[in-house]
């Protein structure tokens, strides 16, 4: 069963920081492109940051690029999202994605998890 889980949300004053990660297990993380998305009320999901399978490419939204770092530990199969600066327009629910599979591409989505930025 493929899972990906994330931790680490919850709430923090402006100029604050968190570090979510996102765990995945039932497929081989180190072949996938990993990437955190966010939500907030009435608004689209929006990509936030991408890290590819190799190389540690990493891609970021203007909005939080400076502020914002992914990294990853295949390893561990997980992926990090350091947030610092944070600012009330990052309040959202962030979600991990991973995008891959080779022949057959696979998209999966975590549940998410609540990021509130607020004095």
């Known amino acids: 069963e493929v899972q990906l889980v994330e931790s680490g949300g919850g709430l923090v004053q402006p100029g604050g920081s968190l570090r979510l990660s996102c765990a995945a297990s039932g497929f081989t993380f180190s072949s996938y492109r990993m990437s955190w998305y966010r939500q907030a009320p009435g608004k689209e999901r929006e990509l936030v940051a991408v890290?590819?399978?190799?190389?540690?490419?990493?891609v970021y939204a203007s909005s939080v690029k400076g502020r914002f770092t992914i990294s990853r530990d295949n390893a561990k199969n997980t992926v990090y999202l350091q947030m610092n600066s944070l600012k009330p327009e990052d309040t959202a629910v962030y979600y991990c994605n991973a995008l891959g599979g080779g022949t057959t591409i696979r998209n999966y989505w975590g549940q998410g998890t609540q990021v509130t930025v607020s004095s």
């Open positions: 890290i590819a399978n190799v190389g540690g490419v990493t």
